[in-house]
């Protein structure tokens, strides 16, 4: 097999699965199926306990669900990239910086590593963005 079309696999199942990790936990965000552990101490359980009493999860749930469903079926992807890199992002941020690291972060840079190998698929979608100069 090409080294083009086994690309082009891996890029497809990484696709898939990051579709299907941003529907699966922003669904959870929404009908809460997983369950939760204890609220983390300090800075952290105050962060995520202003996020669940403001609703701004759901919010969130949004913005990971509609993207997840894009890339999963393969629709308005590099709408979905453009969609999810801040939300992965502040994964990130806040894996590293106020919650608690192991495996969250772990997670959270796969999944960074996922959306990674499906942008730099898509990258000629995000060339208007690297422009010195606007035209007009």
């Given amino acids: ?4 079309a086994t690309m082009k696999i891996v890029v497809t199942i990484a696709r898939v699965l990051l ?5 699966f936990f922003g669904l959870n965000l929404f ?7 204890p609220m983390p101490a300090g800075v952290a359980g105050v962060f995520f306990g202003v996020m669940a009493s403001t609703h701004y999860l759901q919010v969130v749930a949004v913005f990971q669900v509609i993207p997840g469903l894009f890339l999963l079926f393969n629709r308005y992807v590099p709408m979905a990239l453009a969609i999810l890199a801040p939300v992965i992002f502040n994964i990130l941020v806040v894996h590293t910086v106020i919650g608690p690291g192991g495996l969250h972060l772990l997670l959270a840079i796969i999944v960074a590593l996922l959306w990674a ?9 995000f060339d208007v963005f690297f422009q010195k100069r606007a035209e007009v």
Avoid: E, I, S
């Fill in 117 to 125: 190998l499906v942008a730099h698929r898509h990258r000629a979608a």
């Fill in 19 to 23: 579709g299907a990790v941003f529907v």
């Fill in 1 to 4: 097999m090409k080294l083009a």
């Fill in 31 to 37: 009908l809460n199926f997983l369950p939760h552990g």
